[in-house]
């Protein structure tokens, strides 16, 4: 049933006579997509193929790698600028940048051309990626206020292929264009992954040396109890080589400040910003006992 409302809701909201052909691989949906048209729009029944040949579908015209693209913060434009989108809780933001595209002699062109690529790719990315609600878009400043509404043009245009319903307002005093998209369905970021167990959906962990840091005061309460003599310390492999290059004599001074014996191990399996305190011999993991905030 889920599947039948999935396909349903494609062929409703994405497929129009402006699309020239719609290939499926499975007898089974090939004979839903045709029943379904019958119904709401035989005239495009023609434009719906069966597709038999032995290379996967996907493999056929690249389709995984265009599905992980939808994924990735960043989009190339055709000159060398590219998007930053973010989505958030409250809206999603999409900054423009120029890139390696400067246009020195003239860049005020320069940047118009690479804003109204940008408006292009704004709303197809919108659609890509089933974005709704909010939408903020940091377009790059220009002077001339006739270059900007030459933008904001051209997003409307675009934005008006668009089935779900949209709204880009003015430029603001801040050069941004504050949009809505209406919301049909979870975005393809919100049904398609989950949140990272490491850094708890901030994209962001602890750098070794700030590991290192918490580790040394969590390693000072160890010793200032008197209940552990010998430790080993588990480390991911990237903040074990931070302590070798950058604080080679850490250990030595630590285990003089504190009277433990200490070793550190790496471990490919620790998270970049986690660490483990053995006791040994027994190997008793006695870190929530010394962990500090």
């Known amino acids: 049933q889920r599947e039948t409302s999935l396909t349903r809701g494609i062929i409703r909201d994405l497929f129009s ?20 048209l019958k119904q709401i729009d ?11 040949a032995e290379t996967s ?22 000159t060398g600028g590219y998007l930053i989108i973010q989505p958030t809780e409250a809206l999603t933001s999409i900054d423009v940048n120029t890139g390696r595209y400067t246009g020195k002699k003239d860049p005020e062109s320069t940047i118009l051309k690479t804003n109204i690529e940008a408006a292009r790719e704004v709303a197809r990315q919108l659609r890509l990626r089933d974005i709704g609600g909010i939408i903020v878009v940091d377009f790059i400043d220009m002077e001339s206020r006739g270059n ?12 008006g292929r668009d089935r779900a319903r949209t709204k880009a307002f003015a430029v603001s005093e801040l050069g941004l264009i504050e949009m ?15 949140e990272c167990p ?15 840091r918490r580790m040394e005061r969590s390693l000072k309460r160890a010793g200032a109890e008197h209940k552990e003599r010998q430790l080993a310390v588990r480390l991911h492999p990237d903040v074990a ?6 604080e080679p004599n850490f250990l030595r001074q630590l285990e003089k400040q504190t009277g433990l014996e200490l070793e550190v191990r790496d471990d490919p399996m620790m998270r970049l910003d986690e660490f483990r305190m053995m006791a040994k011999p027994a190997g008793r993991d006695v870190t929530e006992l010394y962990a500090v905030a």
């Open 17 to 36: 006579d402006k699309v020239d052909s719609l290939l499926v691989d499975s007898k089974v949906l090939h004979t839903e997509v045709v029943q379904y």
């Open 42 to 52: 035989p005239d495009l029944l023609d434009r719906v193929k069966l597709y038999q």
């Open 180 to 194: 809505t998209r209406q919301r049909v369905r979870p975005s393809l970021w919100q049904s398609m992954t989950a």
């Open 241 to 246: 080589l931070y302590l070798v290059e950058q």
């Open 57 to 78: 579908l996907f493999d056929e015209y690249d389709i995984e790698a265009e599905i992980r693209s939808l994924f990735k913060p960043r989009v190339e434009l055709p």
């Open 148 to 159: 900007r509404d030459k933008v904001l043009q051209e997003l409307r245009t675009h934005l």
């Open 198 to 212: 490491t850094c708890h959906g901030t994209g962001r962990v602890f750098r070794p040396e700030v590991v290192v």
